[in-house]
Structures are given as structure tokens and as C-alpha cells.
């Protein structure tokens, strides 16, 4: 990758993504590990300190996207014949 974000441990073939407000850099530099202490709304357990809160922000969109419902009823092709 060119650009990576700045937490990232090494840098990108030309350096450190910056924020500039846009939001595919808040999209793309979200650090997820809050959830481990603030759940997001839709799992089954709380975090250390609760759940979290919708805050509108990109992050939380992010980071707390609802899991793919499981579809028990979805035909797998394998080599052109559905198993």
C-alpha cells in the first residue's frame, strides 16, 4: 500500500496516511478495539464496561456493523454441481 494509517507499525511504500477530515480516512483508520470494553448493541454479551452507544460517527458504523444473518438454505456450487 501506498499510504497506511498512522497507528499502523510500518509505513506504507510512501509514508503515513494523514487525516484530513475526509471520511474514507475515518472510514479506513478506524481502530476497533474499543468494542472488547464497549459492545456494540447487537451482541449477546456486554463489554467490560457495557454497550456502546450509536453516536452517529463513522467508526461506530464501522466497527459495529450487524453480523451476516446465517442462511441455512444457501446451495453451495462446487466444480458446477450444487451440493
Partial sequence: ??????????PGNLGYAWDDGSPCFQYCCCECGWVEEYACAWSETPGSSGYARDDGSICYAMCCRPPEPNNHNTELAVGGVVV
Fill in 1 to 10: 500500500a501506498d499510504y497506511v494509517c498512522p497507528k499502523s507499525p510500518t
